[in-house]
């Protein structure tokens, strides 16, 4: 079985025509709306080498969490209430 030629990947595919697209065509048209429903972060250079997978980034964000919930107190008039 041979491999179909691979084509330009600007240039429209010979099954479809310009006129199929009465608005244009427009490249990254649903990058935004993608990047919003994204759950990928990406971490600086920096932050990647301290951690060898995603667990230990995941721990370590949990274990952050748990220590910012035991020591928030919320102060109201002057006392601290827990």
Known sequence: MKKAKQ???????????????P?????GKYAECLRESSN?????????QAFPNQEAVNNALL????????TTRIRVLGQSVR
Do not use: H, N, W
């Open 63 to 70: 274990s952050l969490i748990q220590i910012a919930k035991k």
């Open 40 to 48: 990928v972060v990406v971490l600086k250079p920096e932050v990647a």
């Open 7 to 21: 084509t330009d990947k600007d240039e429209l595919r010979t099954e479809y025509k310009l006129s199929d697209f």
């Open 23 to 27: 608005k244009g065509l427009m490249r």
